[in-house]
């Protein structure tokens, strides 16, 4: 089992550009979690989904966030148009849906400058 | 106030030491807690995790939880430097399937244990 994978790994962007993040969960997974970290707040949950249906979106910071699964093995993260402040660490997690163990992905460190 | 609140450090230790690591919580709903272990450069990794109340060993790992305090700990006995990384504690308040990972963390504790 190869793991949540997450690309790309690092991304550079200029403000105002849009910005793609994209998850691939443990096959057999059936929730998947966005996490924002930065130094200043930590670990924020943005959004996650059940079933590919997004059932709480509450963390998402404003309307320039948007998150997609459009099946079982795919999920993005979308930024459009990117600030400087959206610098952070994302991370995608996935669960079993009933295991207690949140599978975390290696991260996609952006960078917006 | 932050829900969950946590000493971000940094904390360094001498190899063999007894680390504590706490973390205390303003929402009575919470009933999973867990512990979570991130190097640098890589996503968190759960390391232990308790239900409600009580005591939980694995190895060298203690977690401990009590709701009463809203408080929960850690510790990790004859530490070694490959256990330098940042812990972060973890809790969920949902005792169902769809939300295990929908989790609230703390800020994490940078702890280095040197040689």
């Known amino acids: 089992d190869a793991g949540v994978i997450q690309s790309p790994r690092h991304e550079v962007t200029e403000m105002g550009q849009e910005v793609t993040l994209r998850c691939k969960p443990i096959s057999g997974h059936n929730s998947l979690f966005w996490y924002r970290q930065t130094m200043m707040r930590g670990l924020e949950l943005l959004i996650y989904?059940?079933?590919?249906?997004?059932?709480?979106d509450s963390g998402m910071p404003e309307d320039r966030f948007s998150a997609k699964m459009p099946n079982a093995s795919f999920s993005t993260l979308k930024i459009q148009p990117s600030e400087p402040r959206d610098s952070a660490v994302y991370f995608c997690?996935?669960?079993?849906?009933?295991?207690?163990?949140?599978?975390f992905g290696q991260g996609t460190r952006l960078t917006v400058v | 106030q932050k829900e969950v609140e946590q000493d971000p450090g940094p904390l360094s230790v001498p190899e063999g030491a007894i680390v504590s690591l706490n973390c205390t919580y303003s929402n009575s709903a919470f009933q999973y807690f867990m512990w979570y272990r991130q190097y640098s450069r890589k996503g968190p990794e759960l390391l232990m995790y308790?239900?409600?109340?009580g005591n939980k060993e694995d190895g060298r790992f203690t977690a401990q939880v009590d709701k009463s305090s809203k408080y929960i700990s850690l510790f990790i006995r004859d530490s070694q430097p490959s256990d330098s990384a940042t812990y972060l504690c973890?809790?969920?308040?949902?005792?169902?399937?769809?939300?295990?990972?929908?989790?609230?963390f703390g800020q994490g504790t940078i702890l280095t244990v040197h040689p």
């Open positions: 997690a996935s669960t079993r849906q009933s295991n207690t163990e949140a599978f």
């Open positions: 973890a809790m969920s308040g949902v005792a169902g399937g769809t939300s295990y990972g929908k989790l609230t």
């Open positions: 989904f059940n079933n590919n249906v997004p059932i709480d």
């Open positions: 308790t239900y409600s109340s």
